[in-house]
Nanobody
Framework: QVQLVESGGGLVQAGGSLRLSCAAS????????MGWYRQAPGNQRELVAV???????NYGDSVKGRFTISRDNAKNTAYLQMNSLRLEDTAVYYC???????????????WGQGTQATVSS
């Protein structure tokens, strides 16, 4: 089994920054993609950022230029640096990881429990 533990959420004023972390542990041979989604009340879950093991990234349009995803593959950890935060960034942020448990596949997607980020005016 694999567990993802997120941290770093909290309350910040508009224009401020937060850094989220997502640490994966358990039976892990390798992780392909790690990423972040978010969900605000009444809204669908939306893509924030993803990163492959080779370093390719993709961002949601609403966060491009403000958020940066990074990874420490040796620690099976992903980070989301969120700058220039806006009120509309308020949401629960969920990380996920596509894990290969043995080196032979298949990949299995695991999700974290979510961390709340609240941006105030």
């Amino acid at each position: 089994q694999v567990q993802l533990v997120e941290s770093g959420g909290g309350l910040v004023q508009a224009g401020g920054s937060l850094r989220l972390s997502c640490a994966a542990s358990g039976t892990i041979f390798g992780i392909d993609v790690m990423g972040w989604y978010r969900q605000a009340p009444g809204n669908q879950r939306e893509l924030v950022a993803v990163m492959t093991s080779s370093g390719r990234t993709n961002y949601g349009d609403s966060v491009k230029g403000r958020f940066t995803i990074s990874r420490d593959n040796a620690k099976n950890t992903a980070y989301l640096q969120m700058n220039s935060l806006r009120l509309e960034d308020t949401a629960v942020y969920y990380c996920y990881a596509d894990v290969d448990p043995s080196g032979w596949g298949p990949l299995t997607r695991y999700w974290g429990q979510g961390t709340q980020a609240t941006v105030s005016s």
